[in-house]
């Protein structure tokens, strides 16, 4: 991996993030490779507190890994890695997850307030005994997003845009500095999607918290994103959307011609092959 | 003895012409059963425990296989070291625990996906079926012990057994106490539950251990056809009813404890197997907590609860300008 494409400098000077003296992520010189195969490498951001960073690119280009890198899960192979200045430890109360909707059974024995208390103390040990002040914890992130009506409703009854909400107040319940979000968006319709992606927006901007969004499809969170990081094989690109979502950009770092094109609010990418499993996808989300 | 005289096919009533509820029956034969009902009793608290977790893991399949392979154990260790030795319920209660226990780890190494586990426990479980009835077959003791571990034997319960039974007992619950509450949040959120820092894969293999000790244990009772009915059904039961883990549990406990115990006296007037009794009292509350929840549901449970009315109700009153 020595040719390095001009896509891979950094652009790194961003106004957020040299201003704060302690960023809410600082990744420098990161990298992780998997037997001979590097996800990425020389990847250094600095993610500044209450900015929004989507983590775009094609399948297996390691989205998800850094997501792992920043939960502790997953260490680098080069580099280093700090959280709010300290350097990540798995199950950190810093960090919320909020990870892809999956369905639940309709008889599962946990209500909503149940899953939202895991992100309280589920990873003790010993019998939970009645805790006022969890109860409290849990109300709260519950009236946050707007999930006390349906608090004690069990889980699997639950529609997935519920449900999603349910997992924003699991990862908020501890009232971390940087939210994780792993494709929270997934298999939600378009509202369901517009109504997650504004609680998480909310939430940066009242609590400072640092949002990094992997998704594969932009356009829901268009208006809230500060920065893009887009990696593809092992090529990324760091910036504000205009200055990635470009024809240019996109097929520099593919390595072969991509069309970005800007119709309306809404970004459609063709010729990718993100297209071509989403290409119905991106359609539809273009038409309104 | 009356007690073993229970489980004699020839002592079957004539279902026309016999009483099949007594109470000066039950009475008369309670001294010779108390044993049977103090197990029954563990047995039903260690199912209702244990049964919301095998639910939150979509484990039933693997209980079911576990069960089997129990009975395999049990009628391996029958045929091999239980020739000409007087107390082959001890060695018999061994075999069954080595058994499920390696399966139920077995099952647990197969991974958290339910459908990857299941073809696998389907390609086992038969196999270990199998096996089990030949062992059997080729047992050349008594034969009233063949089909005590199919269909079970708790009329028969020794002292032997019923101290192991509450050892065991002691040893899941406590278990289950230490660990219920990341397990649960492991079973039922894996990701996230390992983001924040739960071991998922080891708790998978603890949970699967004291799994294999319970169903052995209930083998040993109910029979391995018949573990379901312990193991499962309370818990479906409960589950209809409530969805607070907390609730579910305690719900669950009383169903197993009700089913098992109620069970074994239900039996003694007619004097038939405990087996199918014990099966029909689970059955039957589940079919009355299905009815339950679908009342439930029906009036919105699965949406905004019983108050749904007063928030929004409250809600439209604000929004009008007071005064």
Not at chain 1, 5 to 32: E, F, I, K, M, Y
Not at chain 1, 128 to 155: E, I
Not at chain 2, 17 to 22: I, V
Not at chain 2, 232 to 243: D, G, H, K, N, V
Request: hydrophobic fraction near 50%; charge should be neutral.
């Amino acid at each position: 991996m020595t040719e390095r494409p001009a896509v891979q400098r950094l652009a790194n000077d961003h106004a957020l993030a040299a201003s704060n003296p302690t960023p809410a992520v600082h990744l420098r010189d990161a990298g992780l490779t998997f037997g001979d195969r590097t996800l990425w490498d020389h990847l250094s951001l600095d993610i500044a507190p209450g900015e929004f960073v989507a983590v775009l690119g094609p399948n297996g280009a390691g989205k998800t890994s850094l997501l792992r890198v920043l939960l502790g899960m997953q260490k680098l192979t080069t580099g280093s890695v700090t959280v709010d200045g300290r350097p990540v430890n798995r199950g950190s109360r810093r960090i919320g997850y909020v990870p892809q909707q999956r369905n639940f059974d309709p008889t599962l024995p946990v209500r909503a307030r149940d899953l939202v208390s895991f992100g309280v103390d589920g990873h003790r040990w010993g019998i939970p005994l009645p805790s006022r002040s969890r109860t409290a914890a849990v109300n709260r992130a519950l009236a946050q997003v707007g999930a006390t009506r349906y608090a004690d409703a069990p889980v699997g009854m639950l529609s997935g845009g519920e449900q999603q909400r349910l997992r924003i107040a699991q990862a908020l319940v501890t009232d971390p500095s940087v939210l994780l979000c792993d494709e929270p968006l997934l298999s939600l319709d378009l509202a369901h999607q517009q109504a997650v992606a504004d609680l998480i927006d909310k939430r940066r901007k009242e609590f400072d918290t640092a949002v990094v969004f992997v998704t594969h499809e932009i356009n829901p969170i268009l208006p809230m994103v500060d920065r893009v990081l887009y990696l593809v094989d092992g090529r990324f690109r760091i910036g504000a959307p205009d200055e990635v979502m470009t024809s240019s950009v996109l097929s520099e770092l593919y390595g072969a011609p991509i069309d970005v094109l800007h119709a309306g609010d809404q970004i459609v990418v063709l010729g990718t092959d993100h297209h071509a499993h989403h290409g119905e996808h991106d359609v539809v989300k273009a038409i309104p | 003895m009356m007690s073993t005289s229970l489980l004699m096919p020839s002592a079957l009533p004539d279902p026309l012409r016999s009483e099949w509820f007594s109470l000066p029956s039950i009475s008369e034969q309670l001294p010779y059963v108390h044993g049977a009902l103090i197990a029954g009793l563990i047995l039903g608290v260690l199912g209702g425990l244990i049964g919301p977790l095998i639910q939150a893991r979509d484990l039933a399949f693997a209980v079911h296989g576990t069960s089997e392979m129990s009975f395999a154990g049990g009628a391996a260790a029958l045929l091999f070291f239980g020739q000409g030795v007087a107390a082959t319920g001890t060695i018999v209660a061994t075999g069954s625990i080595v058994g499920s226990v390696l399966a139920a780890v077995l099952f647990g190494v197969l991974g958290q996906r339910a459908r990857d586990r299941n073809s696998a426990i389907g390609v086992i479980l038969p196999f270990g079926l199998g096996l089990g009835v030949l062992f059997l077959a080729l047992y050349p003791g008594r034969s009233s012990n063949k089909f005590g571990l199919l269909i079970g034997q708790i009329v028969s319960v020794s002292d032997n057994q019923l101290w192991l039974l509450s050892g065991v007992a002691v040893v899941v619950i406590a278990g289950l106490a230490v660990m219920a509450r990341p397990l649960l949040f492991a079973s039922v959120d894996p990701d996230v539950a390992a983001a924040r820092g739960v071991p998922v894969r080891g708790l998978t293999l603890v949970f699967m251990l004291l799994l294999g000790l319970t169903v052995a244990m209930t083998v040993q009772v109910v029979g391995a056809l018949l573990v379901l009915a312990l193991l499962i059904t309370p818990t479906a039961a409960a589950a209809r009813i409530t969805a607070s883990p907390l609730w579910v549990t305690v719900w669950s406990v009383i169903f197993a404890v009700v089913s098992a115990v109620g069970g074994i006296i239900l039996s003694l007037t007619p004097g038939l197997p405990t087996s199918p009794f014990i099966t029909s009292l689970a059955f039957a509350i589940y079919l009355v907590c299905r009815v339950i929840g679908a009342i439930r549901v029906r009036r919105g449970w699965s949406k905004r609860g019983a108050g749904s009315l007063t928030p929004v109700a409250v809600a439209a009153g604000s929004a009008q300008p007071s005064h």
